[in-house]
């Protein structure tokens, strides 16, 4: 019954993105939320995990010229997640269980929440910059 159950989190998963990057202007394809303006690209992406037990959120900002931003709250390195919202997170709250989701919803709760308070605000003020 696991990749049924798996398919219903993945649901849940993305029906919970939808709706709070949606409204913020995010399209959806496939399994990444884009937003494109002059500053840049902003990209928040569900990556499966290889043997089908989580999922993880990845955040991407591209410049114009396909570079990360020269930004100080930048921290380094193309990928971002959700653990670097946090001065001390255990674990990485981005990363989710499929059972979790489904057994906890809590956690995903924490992960919508910390993507509406403080990465949309984020990718907001990479976005104005020019």
């Known amino acids: 019954a696991f990749p049924a159950r798996r398919e219903e989190a993945w649901g849940r998963i993305v029906a919970a993105l939808d709706g709070v990057l ?4 995010y399209a959806l394809t496939r399994t990444t939320w884009t937003r494109v303006t002059a500053a840049g690209k902003s990209a928040v992406h569900l990556q499966r995990d290889r043997y089908g037990w989580d999922v993880r959120i990845v955040l991407r ?8 931003p020269d930004h ?9 997640t959700l653990a670097d919202f946090f001065e001390q997170a255990v674990g990485d709250p981005g990363t989710l269980a499929f059972i979790d989701v489904l057994e906890r919803p809590e956690c ?8 509406s308070e403080q990465v949309l605000p984020w990718f907001a003020a990479l976005h104005s910059e020019s």
Not at 22 to 25: D, E, F, M, Q, S
Not at 61 to 68: A, I
């Open 72 to 80: 100080p709250d930048w921290p380094g390195g193309d990928d971002v």
């Open 108 to 115: 995903l709760n924490a992960a919508v929440d910390t993507l």
């Open 22 to 25: 949606g409204p913020a202007g």
């Open 61 to 68: 900002f591209v410049t114009p010229d396909g570079d990360v």
